[in-house]
């Protein structure tokens, strides 16, 4: 029995133990809260060697030890750190850094207070307790007699005038006055606490009392608290006085211009208009004046924007510098719009910031003061005046203010032109640009010591802030990635690029691991066994799985059989993931964070250890594994009579590449049950095909290409060639479909609140606009977008009877145009929005694949516990819950497509090169390809070039004819006849592979080969 | 997510630095409140219940007797002020009134009322302040105040409401708590070891229901001690005042034969 127990809350400390506030609601009504704590004296403080707190409830993290006497000068007697808020909001880069582990005291004050006022910081926060080499206690102060405080009703006389205005500004300044007093008042309780512990013993030296560090941003809070005795720091001051200063020294974030002697400040430029202040904002955007939406910088011209706001149909575009305001890829921004007199289209130019800005000062953007001119302001505004704009007018407007940031750090190369010294000893401070890998983000500005170290590396940064009068954000280094191109590098840098977990499995993960390792088996049939309970032994069938080559994470299997009375059974078999990980453990935490395995081209990183994913859950042939099972009774006509699903045991009979299931199909010398089977599965397929074609599927298109690699070890790509699509391939996608169709309906029917589905919204009609125009135009061809059906059969029609490869690319530019697929729990939207407009089912979810995806886990739960195997855990009832796991899958998933994305464009990158190499040796001259014109610029064209399945630029010096209604450029050479070239005409270009002088990175170049030689244009 | 205080945290502990199976503070003050013949003030933490208990006495309607028992009449009052947004719930409240007929229909089994056949008792109960628990509550200040009116009953009744956080079960819970997780109200009858009710508004797993009643159970016998504590002290009380010191240092002794 539990202990239970009746907490005493002295009615006389009324004013310690009661908290009093009023809160607005979102309704506008304002409610008194009352809200009491308990306050106990069973608290830890943590510290080692305490005797006092022996007893503790606290449930033990690591006690921790004060520093050893010589880690910082300043405190002989050894120190434990008490960081403040602030310390956390700005410098977490520090904190998480490995060079930097003195014990730190966090308070619950603190925690909290982060979490109010920043979600990610705190998730990282909350990250780094759990870190084994950091020095981290916890201290609950808010529930220890002695250090929970009470809020001091004159601390804030002026408020209380205030407080008719506005409870909720009253309440929250309370909470921050509340909150600074809090901090210290804890500080001196622990330097007490330490010195009651250590009592002078007579006889012998008195024992050293360590320090208590209070760490603190706001000189305030400093001046405050060396009042009471306490001694506190600043981060800089505190880290200059450790042991080895230099590296840490470079994690700071950029502090507020402290340093800036005033008179330079005074004359400083404004480089962009304030913000509004945010309380004008929210009223503004309430009222309809302004209107909310997320920033999009254009990769193509970097001094152009734009933002999706609900209210318009059209994106707002923000032209310039000032308009764009300091607003980064991804930022939630206020934006006003101007009148409509002053609406643009959006320009037809491509402007390169690493051209233009090549000169830009680092030091400087504020110097223009002493006379010189304003090189990059006025070359800009010519740039931007110069653009020659089309008629057909966009929304335009400015950012006001940002609502919600999206930084996070960011992989950069330094740029070697704005080093002041590259003398590789000099450990100087230096001001250098750090570029973005991403085309989308501007120059980060930061101050390092270790430049001419980190030249030709790829290191990651972190933006701190941007004020008015810097042109760039400023920014600090978090850490070197790598030499650039090698391998190790870019991979790394593009997993942080799309923020892809892949660090190995913790200990407490693989701790769920079944502990027989590789050697578990099904255990042998019995009724004891829990593994065989509810468990069909479906081991005799003849169950085959059909992979693509090289693949050993098998997380389906198929079979067909006739049955007696005509019809014909068809079984779906899929890995039994959640036999393995369980709700609730920490290998189901990290799954879900992870959401999804990530493929790149020459490396996998899983959701789940390899041990399940390739061994115990994937069903591999010749040994039993267990399954749940989807089986279906279908009649000749595929038409499901009966489906039931559930747990088996199977022993696949053979495993399938994709060519040779086609090859044994194929044999009309093949006549075994297998060879039937998978014969019987493929007719069934057609049928099923034809079904889902009728009902208005599409049939879409997205390049892809394959790498060739060397060979596993040493992964150099060798050639590129486009995949290819057999039978065989559709023959499994229409059973995996039909698998998550049918287990869609049953947990739907099961858990209406919670069932795990996914949908894909029909694309709004305005998406397709331009493609429609541009079809019309040039091809004249019409393309229906009324329903998927029509769309699907308008798509059909668009070909090119002498070019073959024409109806993928539109396919391609039309998927382009539709928004994409997302899990969601059924209870959060209404019904008549859970279909699947790609598919054409009117509900769809994802089973198939439970040991890459984590939302096929969550499904294959629910209808474990819908079939009555299992009962449902908690969780999974909780509709919040089920949302926030699947808002993270979501994007999880997003990021893996990109990441594997990118990581086919590195490689399609270094084969180019590897062909160009092998061209020069041979003489055989230079890599031409064909390639489709996609889009007109007035000074460039871009393509896609469809058997690399990448795309690119041809850029022109010079600005030539362009008709953007008709969507051609007139080309004139001097001295030949002038070429059109328009959107879908057939060109070939040449490729090269050059270095970038900047970063070292090899990028690919593309100019025209024909119909006109643009390389001197 | 919804709210973004922290139910229960890492270190176990909840949001007012209670732990799980921790009640809140409980106050009992049994002295005479006027004409009522027995009453109860009593607070769980921050809600708070005055109970009055009229009777047995003749009933004002013929119509409202049985001639074999005493009728038990309960009759809530919200105060507008007890909850931080001011509301107004008139008697006629539907929700009022099924919270009445919970607590007669908890006590009618307790209360030994064939020995009053043709009266009435009535028990008024004002709920000054609330944060969550506010059935249990009424049902231990009933108890209380019945006691104090010197109406024989069976047993005690004490009453106590837990919820499932995730998995992890909890003790008493606050309004802020009540309104994020799964809940439900056990009352208990500590020396019969019986449960006289059982309710929940909301859903919770079948799975965590035994968990649950097991505690609250455990719970009641708690409460149990308390609140026997509080009536001894007010019989000392009423004793000393009262007369002649013929005070035996132990009444405790007799206590535990009655109840």
């Known amino acids: 029995m539990v202990e239970i127990t009746i907490r005493k809350r002295p009615r006389s400390e009324a004013v310690v133990t009661q908290r009093k506030f009023f809160k607005k609601t979102a309704k506008g009504k304002v409610i008194k809260v009352l809200r009491e704590r308990y306050l106990r004296d069973d608290i830890a403080c943590g510290i080692k060697s305490c005797s006092t707190c022996s007893v503790s409830c606290t449930p033990v993290s690591n006690d921790i030890s004060e520093a050893p006497s010589d880690a910082h000068s300043s405190f002989p007697d050894g ?103 809090g901090i210290r008042k804890a500080a001196a309780w622990y330097q007490e606490h330490i010195g009651l512990n250590r009592p002078p013993v007579r006889g012998k030296p008195q024992a050293k009392i360590p320090t208590v560090v209070l760490l603190t941003e706001d000189a305030a809070n400093r001046q405050k608290s060396k009042q009471e005795g306490i001694v506190s720091l600043s981060v800089r001051n505190y880290v200059e006085g450790l042991r080895d200063p230099s590296q840490i020294l470079d994690l700071l974030a950029a502090e507020k211009d402290e340093e800036i002697e005033p008179t330079r400040a005074s004359g400083r430029q404004l480089h962009y208009p304030e913000y509004l202040p945010t309380s004008t904002v929210l009223a503004g955007i309430k009222a309809g004046q302004l209107h909310q939406g997320h920033f999009n910088a254009n990769q193509y011209n970097y001094l152009e924007g734009s933002a999706s706001v609900p209210t318009f149909d059209q994106h707002i575009l923000l032209i310039g510098r000032e308009n764009m305001n300091r607003a980064t890829n991804g930022d939630v921004v206020a934006v006003e719009i101007f009148p409509e007199s002053e609406w643009k289209a959006p320009a037809d130019e491509v402007l390169d910031q690493d051209s233009t800005l090549k000169n830009d000062d680092v030091e400087g953007s504020g110097d223009e003061d002493e006379g010189e001119p304003d090189i990059v302001g006025e070359k800009e505004s010519k740039a931007l005046a110069s653009e020659k704009r089309s008629t057909k007018r966009q929304p335009t407007g400015r950012v006001v203010g940002v609502i919600k940031r999206n930084w996070r750090p960011y992989v950069c190369h330094i740029d070697s032109s704005s080093l002041t010294s590259s003398n590789s000893t000099s450990l100087s401070v230096q001001t250098v ?29 972190s933006i701190d802030r941007w004020e008015v009068t810097s042109r760039y954000p400023e920014g600090h280094f978090v850490r070197a990635l790598g030499k650039v191109e090698s391998k190790e590098a870019e991979q790394e840098s593009l997993l942080l690029e799309f923020d892809v977990p892949y660090r190995p499995f913790g200990k407490a993960i693989l701790d769920c691991l079944p502990k027989e390792g590789e050697q578990w088996v099904v255990p042998p049939k019995s009724d004891i066994s829990p593994e065989w309970k509810q468990r069909e032994d479906l081991r005799e069938l003849n169950i085959c799985s059909i992979d693509p080559p090289g693949c050993q994470d098998i997380d389906d299997a198929l079979h067909a059989r006739p049955l007696p009375n005509g019809n014909i059974e068809a079984g779906v078999h899929i890995a039994d993931v959640s036999h393995f990980v369980y709700a609730d453990t920490a290998m189901d935490h990290e799954a879900a964070s992870r959401g999804t395995t990530v493929y790149l081209v020459d490396k996998r990183i899983d959701m789940l250890p390899a041990l399940l994913g390739t061994n115990l859950c994937s069903l591999r042939p010749f040994v039993e594994r267990l399954a749940f099972s989807a089986i279906w009774e279908l009649s000749p006509d595929a038409d499901i009579v009966n489906v039931r699903f559930t747990k088996s045991v199977i022993a696949s009979k053979a495993a399938f590449t994709y060519e040779e299931a086609q090859v044994r199909k194929d044999d009309p010398n093949q006549n075994d049950d297998i060879t039937a089977s998978i014969r019987l599965l493929n007719s069934l397929a057609g049928k099923l095909k034809a079904k889902r074609m009728a009902a208005g599927a599409l049939n879409l298109a997205s390049p892809e290409v394959k790498i060739h690699l060397d060979s596993s070890e040493s992964s150099d790509p060798i050639d590129v060639e486009q995949k290819e699509m057999r039978e065989t391939n559709s023959l499994v996608e229409e059973f995996m479909l039909l698998a998550n169709i049918s287990v869609a309906g049953k947990i739907q029917e099961t858990f209406p609140q919670t069932a795990v589905l996914r949908r894909h919204l029909p694309p709004p009609k305005t998406n397709f606009e331009k493609l429609q125009d541009i079809l019309l135009k040039r091809k004249g061809l019409n393309l229906d977008v009324s329903t998927s059906g029509d769309l699907a059969a308008s798509l059909d029609k668009c070909i090119d009877p002498t070019e073959p490869a024409f109806n993928t690319l539109v396919r391609i530019m039309a998927t382009r145009c539709m928004l994409s697929a997302e899990y969601f729990s059924s209870g959060s939207v209404s019904k008549d929005t859970f279909g699947h407009y790609g598919l054409a089912s009117p509900i769809y979810t994802h089973f198939t694949s439970p040991i890459r995806r984590y939302a096929d886990v969550l499904a294959h739960r629910q209808l474990s516990a819908a079939i009555g195997y299992a009962p449902l855990h908690p969780s999974l009832h909780s509709k919040p819950h089920v949302e926030r796991v699947l808002d993270v899958v979501n994007r999880r998933h997003r ?3 990109m990441a594997s994305r990118a990581s086919v464009e590195f490689y399609v990158g270094l084969a180019l090169k590897g062909r160009e190499e092998r061209a020069k040796a041979s003489n055989s001259g230079e890599i031409i390809e064909e390639a489709f014109v996609i889009r007109t610029f007035r000074n460039g064209l871009g393509v896609f070039i469809n058997s690399l399945g990448i795309e690119g630029l041809v850029t022109f010096k010079k600005d030539m004819q362009f008709d953007a209604e008709n969507y051609n450029v007139v080309i004139q050479p001097s001295g030949v006849e002038p070429v059109t070239i328009s959107v879908f005409d057939k060109v070939k270009v040449r490729l090269e592979v050059e270095k970038d002088k900047n970063t070292q990175r090899g990028r690919v170049k593309m100019t025209l080969a024909s119909p006109l030689d643009s390389r001197n244009m | 997510m919804g709210s973004r205080i922290e139910i229960l945290n890492e270190a176990g502990f909840r ?130 105040a019945l006691i104090n009116a010197g109406i024989p009953m069976t047993d005690f009744v004490c009453a106590i409401s837990g919820g499932v956080h995730s998995t992890s079960p909890m003790l008493d819970l606050t309004t802020l708590e009540e309104n994020d997780i799964p809940h439900v109200t056990v009352a208990v009858m500590p020396k019969a070891k019986k449960v006289v009710l059982v309710t929940m508004e909301t859903r ?22 308390e609140m026997k504590e509080a009536v001894l002290n007010r019989s000392i009380s009423l004793v000393s005042t009262a007369g002649p010191a013929q005070l035996r240092e132990k009444g405790e002794d007799d206590m535990n034969v009655d109840y």
């Open chain 1, 79 to 181: 120190h434990f750190l008490l960081p403040d808020t602030n310390v956390f909001l700005s410098q977490m880069d520090l904190l998480e850094s490995p060079l930097f582990n003195p014990p730190i005291l966090l308070l619950q004050t603190v925690v909290e207070e982060v979490r109010h006022r920043s979600l990610p910081l705190y998730n990282r926060l909350k990250a780094l307790m759990t870190v084994d080499d950091k020095l981290i206690w916890l201290f609950y102060n808010e529930y220890h007699s002695q250090t929970a405080i009470v809020r001091n009703e004159d601390e804030s006389p002026n408020d209380r005038n205030d407080r008719g205005k506005s409870f909720v500004a009253l309440w929250l300044c309370f909470r921050f006055q509340l909150f600074f007093v």
């Open chain 1, 433 to 461: 640009f750090a570029t973005p890998v991403s085309r989308l983000l501007p120059r980060i500005r930061l101050r390092t010591r270790q430049a001419p170290l980190l030249l030709g590396q790829k290191i990651l940064v």
């Open chain 1, 895 to 897: 990021m893996a497509q």
């Open chain 2, 15 to 144: 949001s007012d630095g209670r732990r799980q199976h921790e009640l809140r503070d409980l106050n009992i003050d049994l002295s005479r409140h006027g004409e009522a013949d027995g009453s109860a003030l009593i607070s769980h933490g921050l809600t708070q219940v005055l109970v009055s208990v009229h009777g047995p006495r003749e009933a004002k309607m013929r119509s409202h007797t049985f001639h074999d028992r005493a009728n038990i009449n309960v009759e809530v009052t919200v105060a507008s002020f007890s909850t931080g947004e001011r509301r107004k719930r008139l008697r006629g409240d539907k929700r009022i009134l099924e919270f009445a007929a919970t607590i007669k229909a908890t006590f009618e089994p307790v209360i030994r009322t064939s020995l009053y056949p043709r009266s009435q008792i009535d028990i008024y109960i004002q709920v000054l302040q609330q944060d969550g628990g506010t059935l249990q509550t009424c049902i231990n200040g009933t108890t209380l």
């Open chain 2, 204 to 225: 919770l797993h079948v799975d965590r229901f035994e968990e649950i009643l097991n505690l609250a159970r455990d719970a009641g016998s708690i409460l149990h001690r």
